[in-house]
């Protein structure tokens, strides 16, 4: 199969402080992973994709100094979001393209709180 | 970029009767494909359709892509519980592109 694994799954922090998500994929390499964001009742929003040993590319009106992005390795990608407020409580997901058979494999996901 | 509306939004239907849910493109698609999000849970990959008036099969669950290649539907035989969550279509710009996802249909069934 494919995996990504994410972590945390929860996370609760106060205003002003980072956090960092980790999305690995266990099974097989990925060169690009994409960061969503998804709020309650609401769709899967595209933040940004993160490209092996380059750039992130983030789509519009996603702040690029709030929502770091590195992807280190082949197979980890990390978004940390800085100077965390309590509109940016919501539920953070990556995934990756793993092959025609298995298609686009989505972590777990992580549900943040800002107090 | 390849945006798609997704209806209905929400549908509340008795278990034992079928569903569908439609995905409509103003453009013509490369791909598309479908996931399944239960209640707390992450989008799960269902299927991929890639050719003109493809229709697959899943069991209970059937995907078509029109022939025009703008329009998807996923069509569930006689529902069950465990049918219940939020289905997504997204096209796909290319295989390993960015997935860009259309609004989501909430299934909840009744017993």
């Known amino acids: 199969g494919a995996v990504v694994s994410q972590h945390p799954s929860w996370v609760i922090c106060k205003s002003g402080t980072s956090v960092k998500i980790e999305c690995r994929s266990l099974d097989f390499q990925a060169t690009t992973m994409f960061w969503y964001r998804q709020f309650p009742k609401q769709s899967l929003m595209l933040m940004a994709t993160?490209?092996?040993?380059?750039?992130?590319?983030?789509e519009q009106g996603v702040e690029k100094d709030k929502f770091l992005i590195n992807h280190a390795s082949l197979t980890l990608s990390t978004l940390t979001v800085t100077s965390a407020h309590p509109e940016d409580s919501s539920f953070y997901i990556c995934?990756?393209?793993?092959?025609?058979?298995?298609?686009?494999?989505f972590g777990s996901g992580t549900r943040l709180t800002v107090v | 970029g390849q945006q798609v509306m997704q209806i209905p939004q929400y549908q509340h239907v008795q278990e034992g009767e079928d569903f569908t849910t439609y995905c409509n493109s103003s453009?013509?698609?490369?791909?598309i494909q479908w996931y399944k999000q239960r209640p707390g849970g992450h989008p799960v990959f269902l299927i991929q359709?890639?050719?003109?008036?493809e229709v697959k099969k899943q069991k209970r669950l059937t995907f078509q892509f029109g022939e025009a290649k703008k329009n998807s539907s996923l069509h569930i035989t006689a529902t069950q519980t465990t049918d219940v969550g939020t289905y997504f279509c997204?096209?796909?710009?290319?295989?390993?592109?960015?997935?860009?996802f259309g609004q989501g249909t909430e299934l909840s069934v009744k017993p």
């Open positions: 453009t013509t698609l490369s791909n």
């Open positions: 995934s990756a393209w793993a092959g025609a058979n298995y298609g686009y494999t």
């Open positions: 359709l890639v050719k003109s008036g």
């Open positions: 993160s490209n092996e040993g380059s750039k992130a590319t983030y």
């Open positions: 997204a096209p796909g710009y290319n295989q390993g592109g960015k997935l860009i």
